[in-house]
């Protein structure tokens, strides 16, 4: 059985659970998912971990990248509809510690819910 923190990371990672999964996560809290993106933040510089542009284009939306200095940038980008890998429009961010930064991605990515889960 999976536990609720794996669950957790996969639905911010992954932005769906399956059916079985959502009934075993019930709700969630937005502070359960400030936790689980500030872990994998620290672990790995970035957040989420796809968010790398590739040869088949950019990444799309926001994305957390922190600095070599120890700053965060917050990314929000967009592809050109017609070349999708050259940057249509982008707004970078810089924050001074991890909370806010985590925070403004909950903001702009989900707002109050994932995949139809509204944090309680």
């Known amino acids: 059985m999976v536990n609720r923190e794996e669950l957790i990371d996969r639905l911010i990672t992954s932005g ?13 809290s937005r502070n359960e998912v400030f936790v689980a993106i500030r872990a994998r933040l620290e672990r790995d510089g970035r957040f989420p ?3 790398k542009d590739g040869e088949r ?3 799309e ?12 940038l917050g990314i929000d980008k967009r592809a050109s509809v017609f070349h999708p890998g050259v940057v249509a429009q982008s707004v970078k961010r810089c924050f001074e510690d ?6 403004w991605y909950i903001d702009v990515e989900w707002g109050s819910g ?3 889960i509204t944090f309680t």
Not at 20 to 26: E, H, I, N
Not at 61 to 72: A, K, L, T
Not at 98 to 103: A, R
């Open 16 to 28: 769906h659970l399956n059916v079985p999964d959502r009934k075993s996560l019930g709700h969630i």
């Open 49 to 51: 971990p796809n968010a």
């Open 57 to 59: 284009g950019l990444y």
């Open 61 to 72: 939306g926001p994305q957390i990248q922190r600095s070599q200095e120890g700053q965060y």
């Open 98 to 103: 991890i909370d806010s930064v985590v925070n």
């Open 114 to 116: 994932i995949d139809g």
